[in-house]
C-alpha cells in the first residue's frame, strides 16, 4: 500500500509559479509512473504532467507543457510538480497519483493505484 500526501497548492496571480509536493510513503515497483492529475471546477479528472519510477521519462499535457516540470527525488520518494506561467484555466484540485506497477497507458487515470486527497490551486486574473 502507497499513501500520498500533497503539498504546496494555494492562490496565485496569473504569470506566478507555484510548486506541488507528494510526498509518498510505503512501496511499489520501482519502474512504476507516478503523476499529477486535475480537476477544475464542472470539469473531470485531466491528465497533466507524470514520470517514470527511474526519471528518465516524463510526459505532460499539450495543455502544460512548457509550462510545468515534474521531478522525483528517489531518496525523499517524492514527486515535484512545478507550475509556472500559471493563468486562470489552471485553477483545479490537484492530485498526486501512483502505479503499483508499470503501466504505460499512464494517461489514463485507470492506470494508477493509489491517489492523494488533493491540493488546490488558484490562479486570479
Known amino acids: 500500500q502507497v499513501r500520498l500526501v500533497e503539498s504546496g497548492g494555494g492562490t496565485v496571480q496569473a504569470g506566478g509559479s507555484l510548486r506541488l509536493s507528494c510526498a509518498a510513503s510505503?512501496?511499489?515497483?520501482?519502474?512504476?509512473?507516478m503523476g499529477w492529475f486535475r480537476q477544475g471546477p464542472g470539469k473531470e479528472r485531466e491528465f497533466v504532467a507524470t514520470?517514470?519510477?527511474?526519471?528518465?521519462?516524463?510526459d505532460y499535457a499539450a495543455s502544460v507543457k512548457g509550462r510545468f516540470t515534474i521531478n522525483r527525488d528517489h531518496a525523499k520518494n517524492t514527486v515535484y510538480l512545478e507550475m509556472n506561467s500559471l493563468n486562470v484555466e489552471d485553477t483545479a484540485l490537484y492530485y498526486c497519483?501512483?502505479?503499483?506497477?508499470?503501466?504505460?497507458?499512464?494517461?489514463?487515470?485507470?492506470?494508477?493505484?493509489?491517489w492523494g486527497q488533493g491540493t488546490q490551486v488558484t490562479v486570479s486574473s
Open positions: 497519483t501512483a502505479q503499483a506497477q508499470a503501466r504505460y497507458y499512464y494517461r489514463d487515470p485507470g492506470a494508477y493505484d493509489y
Open positions: 510505503g512501496r511499489s515497483s520501482s519502474n512504476a509512473y
Open positions: 514520470i517514470s519510477g527511474s526519471g528518465g521519462s516524463r
